[in-house]
Structures are given as C-alpha cells and as structure tokens.
C-alpha cells in the first residue's frame, strides 16, 4: 500500500501512526501515481460537463444566428429602435462568444481558467439592462426565451464545474506540485551559494597566503642590508640635526645681543642726514635678514666695522662689555668658528640626505604596505559577502523547513498519512 492510497476526497482520515520517507524529487511521480484513479474519475467528470457547456455555446449560437435573421415588421420604421436592440444584443452574443474558450491537458489550472472565463461570458450575456430586456422579450419572445434557457443551464454547469475543480484532488495535487517545486527552487538555490560561499573561502584563503607572503616580504625588507643602511645615515642625520640646533642656538646667542643697540640707533638716526646714517643703511641690510645671515660665515671685516660703527654712539655699559668680548671672540676665532662648523654640518646633511635618497628600500617597502592593504581589504570585503551568504542561506533554510512543513500538513490534512519529505 503506497503512502497516498487512503487518499479521499472530502472524508475524515483516521491518522496513520507510521511516517513514510519520499524523496523530494519523487515526490510528484509518487502523488500523481497515488491519485491517478481518482484524477481519472475527476477528469471523466470534468469532460462531460465541459462537454454540456460547450453543447449550451453551440446551441447559444444558433439561437443567435436565428435572432439576428428574425426582424420585426421591417418596414415600418417606427420599430427600428426595437430591431437595433436587438441587433445591438446579438452582436454582443457573437463577440463574447467568439472567445476561443476550450480546454486541451485538462489539468487543474486549465480547467479553472476555463470555467471561470466562461462564466465570466455567461454572466457579460445574462446582464441586460431592464429596458432592453423588455423590449426583447416583448418582440422576440420566442428566442430570447430559448437564450435565457440556454444561459441559466450554461451558468449552472460552469458553477457546478468550479465547484468540482475547486474541492477536486487535482487542485490539491496542482497546488501539492507547486509548493514542491518552491521547496526544490530553495533547496536548489541553497545549493548554488554553499557553492558560492565554497568559491569566496578558496579566494579568501588564496588572499590570506598572499598577504602573508607580502608581510614576510616587509619584514625581509626591514631586516635588509638596505635598510640597516637607511637607518645608519637617518641616525646620523639626526645626530648632525642635534648638534647644529646646539651651534645655531649658540651663535644666536653670540650675536643677538647687538640687535638692541642697533635698533636703538635707528631711532636715533631717523630724522639726521649725517654720513653716520648713510652707514647704518649699509648694516641695516645684514639686520633685515640677521636670521638667515648669522648662520652663514660672515666676513670678520664686516662684523669689525659694525662693532666699530656702533661704539661711535652712547652705549649702555653692558652693550660696551658685551661688544669687547665679541671683538675678543672675533679675533681668537671663537664666532668663525662656531660659523663654520655650522656650515660643514649642513652641507654634511645635503650630502646624506642625497645619499638617502638614492636608497629605494623604503619606496619598497611603502608599495608592499600599500599592497598588503589592499589584499587585506579585499580579504575583510571577502568575509562580509561570505557572512552575508550564510545569513542568506540561513534564511532559505528556514522558508525551506517551513514549506516541507507545510506541504506535509498538506498530505496530512487530506489523508491522514504523516510523510517525511527527504530534501
């Protein structure tokens, strides 16, 4: 006995404690086996009706072709009203029912299509409007008798139909089959992203080896030669950056004092014409860039002149002990010395830093990052689509569960056997 044979339309089924495995994939060739003697029945009940309605359209149109020939008193034009109705009447007949309504594979949606436009006709020929229905009756009574006759016996068969399709086990086997083929879609398309996801975690894994290679090759780069080389020459860079903040801070020191005094001169001379002023304009320039000049070697001829230029005028006593033991300092060498150790630092750097430049290691090493960045964006894009996924097959797997569930209520509800659909 298969798992289907208690099917009965329309009876209560005494439930079956045994719960029978079909296959998802037969399933339909089992069902429609299973329901074949009772489909055969209902589709031998379903052809004799569909046999009487199409019997009612034929007989619908020779009842039309006999009213259209009929006319009444044709002659007389005061009855052409009544003659256009029904003209208009048949015309309408011959339009609906020239709809090529017929069924071939007498399956269920078939069927129901069928039924439901053919009653959809049968009720567009029964709706006249009060008036012309009168008038109808009144002047063709004997056809239109035979119509309405025709029309109720064809609404009638079209109501039975629909009410035989509708609680018929092809229904239920058109509806079981559809539900089966939504449960295999899902469980199809379940498939297809275990697969995608199987193809993301090879790619993910394929970035994973690539990214670490690219990271054993930084750290190759930090531990070369090259790069013990770029770090000697930045720590010495360093170390002469230190050392001419030291001599810039000194020689600042050494010099700046005779701002004061000079710009105090300034004032002095702002309103004179005197040959003093016209030297003060010749120092002033060295005061107007005294930042950037002081650091470079100054000329001791110079730095006498303006030391002797500036005792020509009142001084504070501090200023006079101060321009004595910068002329002492001049002198022994002390200023031209700080002066030029300065500059032999910076044309040091400007020779290391050129040398710096010529090594590539870090260039390198800023395109590996740059790459093992991008790898490992690429990595992270390629988790979230492979989390997205499984979100996505989690949630089929729950529409699926939720469809077999329901499809075995189905078969249950409509024979009392409890079935184990197997996807």
């Known amino acids: 006995m298969g798992f289907l044979d208690f099917f009965k339309s ?8 045994n719960t029978k495995d079909v296959i998802l994939d037969n399933f339909e060739e089992v069902l429609s086996e299973q329901l074949k003697d009772k489909i055969k029945h209902e589709k031998g009940e379903v052809k004799r009706i569909y046999n009487e309605i199409r019997k009612n359209v034929e007989e619908i149109v020779e009842i039309t072709k006999k009213l259209e020939k009929q006319q009444f008193e044709p002659g007389d034009k005061s009855y052409a009203a009544i003659n256009m109705t029904k003209n208009n009447y048949v015309k309408r007949v011959t339009s609906l029912i020239s709809k090529k309504l017929a069924i071939e594979n007498f399956d269920y949606r078939e069927i129901s299509i069928f039924a439901t436009e053919m009653q959809n006709v049968i009720h567009g020929l029964m709706n006249v409007h009060p008036k012309q229905a009168i008038l109808l009756t009144n002047y063709f009574k004997n056809e239109i008798s035979q119509m309405a006759m025709l029309l109720k016996t064809a609404d009638k068969n079209c109501k039975y139909l629909i009410d035989l399709i509708e609680k018929s086990d092809l229904r239920f086997l058109d509806e079981a089959i559809n539900k089966k ?12 992203l275990d697969e995608e996801i199987k193809a993301l975690k090879i790619k993910s894994e394929e970035k994973k080896r690539k990214i670490e290679i690219v990271r054993k090759e930084i750290e190759n780069l930090k531990d070369s030669e090259e790069m013990k080389k770029l ?9 002469l950056e230190e050392e001419r903040e030291v001599l810039k801070s000194k020689i600042y020191e050494l010099f700046s004092p005779l701002k004061k005094p000079f710009k105090r001169i300034e004032h002095a001379l702002i309103s004179t014409k005197t040959r003093e002023k016209e030297k003060f304009s010749f120092f002033s320039k060295f005061f107007k860039n005294f930042d950037d000049l ?13 030391i002797a230029f500036l005792k020509t005028f009142p001084l504070k006593e501090n200023e006079i002990a101060y321009l004595k033991d910068l002329e002492r300092k001049i002198e022994n060498g002390y200023a031209s010395s700080l002066l030029k150790r300065y500059e032999e630092l910076t044309e040091e750097g400007k020779k290391k830093k050129v040398e710096l ?3 590539e290691v870090l260039e390198r090493q800023k395109r590996k990052e740059m790459e093992k960045e991008m790898l490992e964006k690429e990595a ?5 689509a492979i989390e997205r996924i499984n979100e996505e097959i989690e949630s089929r797997r729950e529409k699926l569960k939720s469809g077999k569930e329901d499809l075995e209520k189905m078969v249950f509800e409509r024979s009392g056997i409890k079935i184990n659909i197997l996807v």
């Open 181 to 192: 083929d939504g449960i295999l879609k899902l469980a199809k398309s379940i498939s297809l």
């Open 380 to 384: 992270e894009e390629l988790e979230k």
């Open 231 to 239: 770090k000697e020459i930045t720590d010495f860079l360093k170390m």
């Open 357 to 359: 430049d010529n090594i």
């Open 10 to 17: 329309g009876e209560k089924k005494e439930e079956i404690s």
């Open 294 to 306: 002081i650091l470079k070697e100054i000329d001791e001829k110079f730095l006498s002149e303006l």
